[in-house]
């Protein structure tokens, strides 16, 4: 397999060689070199570039995204999407399969600004199909993640997964696969962490260990809050599952409290600041997360005032996050559907269809 990349790699190499520098583009690779070759054409699955033989004449050939550097295939791929709301929405799932949160995020919010009913259609389950398709590919990248051993990119997306499609296939298998995701991440970040603690010296681990004994009751807390949040994603019961998230915001809150003390009184420990440093933001981040679930779960009932009073929460943790915004035009939305509802319900009442009252002098079809 490696014979054969490598040979691809060096076709590719040579051939690029042979092609005009005043017609070349920069081709930037997963290992870090720049090649050179006219791009004719984005694809989804690589670029298409041109090329001039050593023996005259021209030829162009697929470099697969695979070989290609992530970050930019993406801008690569973003700029041909163009005004494609489904392209881009496309992007978005690769670029989320390929770990490049913000970049997803960007790719799913400018298919949003382009066809707002689209997104908000597959989100609410309208198009149940395209929706099952992209939880499927979810899944399956999760559990690739875990096969190649990355057990926190996985979790990561099995989050993603619960807390937006749960109600699919893939999402149902997500809540089967995701405590054995979190066992495989957190087996690894301890054999990692004794890894580290091995190369210290006798002083430098007993200041580590007066660390951890600070940071102990945040810790606990953390953990307490994390397996809250996994038994309120992966619970059917709506009403239990807002009863567990809050118990693992309250976790959060405690731990963020415990935080700011310690933040207070050992400000000259520079390692010790950073470690809550860290961890205060993946505990903002979650909370923030748990909220938006909260917001999307009253706004399914719907009980809009309580989905509202959940972002207004998750606000005040971070008041520039993206996500926040794309729950509040999701929750906007089903209130325009309630509103439309409730009108359709009073002309019913009242004895009115579509085309107004029944029964006026000279509407109908007459006898």
């Not at 190499?13 to 005043?22: D, E, I, K, Q, T």
């Not at 970040?189 to 260990?209: H, I, N, S, T, Y």
């Not at 999307?296 to 509202?308: F, L, V």
């Not at 926040?324 to 009442?349: F, K, N, S, Y």
Request: proline content about 2%.
């Amino acid at each position: 397999m490696r014979l054969a990349v490598y040979s691809t790699v060096v076709f590719f190499s040579a051939l690029l060689l042979a092609v005009p520098a005043s017609a070349m583009d920069d081709i930037l690779m997963k290992d870090g070199r720049v090649r050179r070759g006219k791009i004719v054409s984005v694809e989804e699955n690589g670029l298409v570039v041109k090329f001039r033989p050593a023996g005259g004449g021209s030829a162009q050939m697929l470099v697969k995204a695979e070989q290609l550097d992530p970050h930019f295939f993406y801008e690569k791929r973003s700029a041909a999407a163009g005004d494609d709301a489904k392209a881009h929405l496309k992007l978005g799932l690769w670029a989320f399969e390929n770990g490049l949160w913000s970049r997803a995020k960007i790719a799913v919010r400018k298919a949003t600004e382009l066809d707002p009913k689209l997104i908000a259609d597959i989100q609410s389950g309208k198009l149940h199909e395209i929706r099952d398709k992209i939880a499927q590919r979810i899944l399956e990248s999760a559990k690739k993640d875990m096969k190649d051993g990355n057990a926190a990119r996985a979790e990561k997306k099995l989050e993603a997964l619960l807390a937006r499609m749960a109600d699919t296939e893939a999402g149902a298998g997500a809540a089967e696969l995701i405590r054995e995701c979190q066992r495989l991440s957190e087996e690894a970040a301890a054999q990692a962490e004794k890894e580290r603690k091995a190369k210290m010296d006798a002083d430098a681990l007993a200041e580590e260990e007066a660390r951890e004994k600070l940071l102990e009751p945040v810790r606990k807390d953390l953990l307490k809050g994390k397996e809250l949040m996994t038994d309120g994603l992966t619970e059917d019961s709506e009403s239990q599952a807002l009863k567990l998230l809050r118990q693992a915001i309250s976790k959060g809150e405690s731990a963020l409290k415990k935080i700011e003390k310690l933040e207070e009184k050992q400000a000259d420990d520079a390692k010790l600041i950073e470690t809550i440093t860290e961890w205060k933001k993946k505990a903002i981040a979650a909370m923030v997360k748990m909220h938006i679930h909260r917001a999307d779960i009253y706004a399914g009932r719907p009980s809009i005032p309580n989905a509202k009073k959940e972002l207004e929460a998750a606000r005040k943790l971070d008041p520039d996050n993206p996500n926040i915004d794309m729950a509040a035009q999701r929750i906007e939305d089903r209130e325009e559907e309630d509103r439309w509802e409730i009108r359709w319900r009073r002309q019913r009442a009242a004895g009115e269809g579509r085309f107004g009252r029944r029964g006026r002098v000279g509407v109908g079809r007459g006898r």
